[in-house]
């Protein structure tokens, strides 16, 4: 049975920083392509930032530079540290996990949690 679990999501002041983490069970972990995705009220599911296997990662541009994403895959955990955190930055943060096979794709999402920052 899969799992994500996500933590961390508070409130925050701007300026402030976060870190979350996901913890998975019941995926291929190592082998996943891990992600954090974000929705703010009204708006559709963005990327935010993603971690293959071998550790490239991508960001969405208006988190380059405030954000960085970080596996261990040795603890299933992906956690995503935030600084510089602004008010745009305030949604429900979800955790990903995707492992692509030929023929087929496994995608699975958390529950999410929530980050508000205001002041």
């Known amino acids: 049975q899969v799992h994500l679990a996500e933590s961390g999501g508070v409130w925050v002041q701007p300026g402030g920083s976060l870190t979350l983490s996901c913890a998975a069970s019941g995926v291929e972990f190592s082998a996943s392509t891990m992600g954090w995705y974000r929705q703010a009220p009204g708006n559709q599911r963005d990327l935010v930032a993603t971690i293959t296997s071998v550790g490239g990662a991508i960001y969405a541009d208006s988190v380059k530079g405030r954000f960085t994403i970080s596996r261990d895959d040795a603890r299933n955990t992906v956690s995503l540290q935030m600084t510089n955190l602004k008010p745009e930055d305030t949604a429900v943060y979800y955790c990903?996990?995707?492992?692509?096979?030929?023929?087929?794709?496994?995608?699975?999402w958390g529950q999410g949690t929530q980050v508000t920052v205001s002041s």
């Open positions: 990903n996990s995707r492992r692509v096979r030929i023929g087929s794709v496994a995608n699975y």
